[in-house]
């Protein structure tokens, strides 16, 4: 079973302060894909970034990076210099490519929630 | 321009009074989901469509109905809402996601119960 752990529910920050979000998966597959996810307050979640698990390489996204290791299982995001813009809950999120309806569903981390303050 | 769009935004409803939700795509994705999100928590799964083939989560009570007429259009019914249904409720739609493609997610269904 996949199973996504974000043992951080809140950080708060300062203006212009870096900041990583914690990301621990687990899953028996091969194959899968990591996923991270903004909700700010209107609701909608939104696209940010997929990884999957034969591209270890880190990304960075103007002030976004992610650090992606297999070997602890982990998929962090580190936002530099944050912005009160930033402020939403994060989620983490996983997708294996098993098969059958276990390859179409998409398990979310409980989030965290960012505050940014001036 | 919005791709996938939840109608109506907010609604409210009684206790026990059947309610539907709608959303649509103009994405053309084969796969339809709908999540529930109650406040502070994680999206839960309740079900997904790949084209018309409907599967449902195993914890997903009966009373969550779902129905998807066309390949943009698909509809939550909610039969009988109790209190404990008031959350948010998430459409969202993929292209390939046994290949990993991310789902896109419309603004939600904000759905209070009294």
């Known amino acids: 079973a996949q199973k996504v752990t974000q043992a951080q529910t809140e950080i708060s920050v300062v203006e212009k302060e870096d900041v990583t979000l914690d990301c621990v998966y687990e899953?028996?597959?091969?194959?899968?894909?990591l996923f991270w996810y903004k909700q700010p307050p209107s609701g909608e979640l939104v696209f940010l970034i997929r990884r999957n698990s034969f591209d270890e390489q880190n990304e960075i996204s103007g002030r976004y990076s992610w650090n992606f290791q297999k070997s602890t299982s982990s998929f962090n995001f580190t936002i530099t210099a944050s912005q009160v813009v930033d402020s939403a809950v994060y989620f983490c999120a996983l997708s294996e490519a098993g098969s059958g309806g276990s390859n179409y569903k998409l398990t979310f981390g409980k989030g965290t929630l960012l505050t940014v303050n001036p | 321009d919005a791709m996938v769009i939840q109608n109506p935004r907010y609604q409210v409803t009684q206790f026990g009074k059947p309610v539907t939700l709608s959303c649509s795509q103009t994405?053309?994705?084969?796969?339809m989901y709908w999540y529930q999100q109650k406040s502070s928590q994680a999206p839960k799964l309740l079900f997904h469509?790949?084209?018309?083939?409907?599967?449902n989560e195993a914890d997903t009570p009966d009373n969550f109905q779902s129905r998807r007429p066309n390949t943009s259009f698909c509809f939550l019914d909610i039969r009988s809402p109790g209190l404990g249904d008031t959350a948010m409720y998430l459409c969202?739609?993929?292209?390939?996601?046994?290949?990993?493609?991310?789902?896109?997610f419309g603004q939600g269904t904000r759905l209070t119960v009294v």
């Open positions: 469509y790949y084209d018309k083939d409907f599967n």
């Open positions: 994405l053309n994705h084969n796969v």
């Open positions: 969202a739609t993929s292209r390939a996601p046994w290949l990993g493609t991310e789902a896109f």
């Open positions: 899953t028996r597959d091969t194959t899968y894909y």
